[in-house]
C-alpha cells in the first residue's frame, strides 16, 4: 500500500504562484508514474502534469505549458508541483497519484492511477 499526502494549497492573487508537495509513505516510487489532477466544483477530474519516476519523462495538459513545473525529490520519496502565473479558472482541488505500471497512452487518464491522495485546495482570486 502506499499513502500519498498532498500539502501547498492556499489562496493566492491571479498571476502568482504556489508549490505544491505530493509525498509518499508505505512504499518508495519504483518505475511508477506520479501524476497531478484537479478538479473544480461541477467539473470532471482533469490531468494536469506527469512525471515518470524511472527515467524521469515528464507530461503537461497544453493549458500549463511554460507556467507548471513537476520535478521529484528522490531522496525525499516527493513530487513537486510549481504553479506559476496562477489563473482564476485554475481554482480547484489538486491531487496527486501513482499508477504503478504507467503507460504513455494512460498517463492522462484517472482511471489509470492506482493510488491517490485526499487532495489540497487552490484557489486563485481575480
Known amino acids: 500500500q502506499m499513502q500519498l499526502v498532498e500539502s501547498g494549497g492556499g489562496l493566492v492573487q491571479a498571476g502568482g504562484s504556489l508549490r505544491l508537495a505530493c509525498a509518499a509513505s508505505?512504499?518508495?516510487?519504483?518505475?511508477?508514474?506520479v501524476g497531478w489532477f484537479r478538479q473544480a466544483p461541477g467539473k470532471e477530474r482533469e490531468f494536469v502534469a506527469a512525471?515518470?519516476?524511472?527515467?524521469?519523462?515528464?507530461y503537461y495538459t497544453d493549458s500549463v505549458k511554460g507556467r507548471f513545473t513537476i520535478s521529484r525529490d528522490n531522496a525525499k520519496n516527493t513530487v513537486y508541483l510549481q504553479m506559476n502565473s496562477l489563473k482564476p479558472e485554475e481554482t480547484a482541488v489538486y491531487y496527486c497519484?501513482?499508477?504503478?505500471?504507467?503507460?504513455?497512452?494512460?498517463?492522462?487518464?484517472?482511471?489509470?492511477?492506482?493510488?491517490w491522495g485526499q487532495g489540497t485546495q487552490v484557489t486563485v482570486s481575480s
Open positions: 508505505g512504499r518508495t516510487f519504483g518505475i511508477d508514474g
Open positions: 497519484a501513482v499508477d504503478k505500471s504507467p503507460t504513455i497512452r494512460g498517463i492522462r487518464t484517472p482511471r489509470e492511477y492506482d493510488y
Open positions: 512525471i515518470s519516476w524511472g527515467g524521469g519523462a515528464t
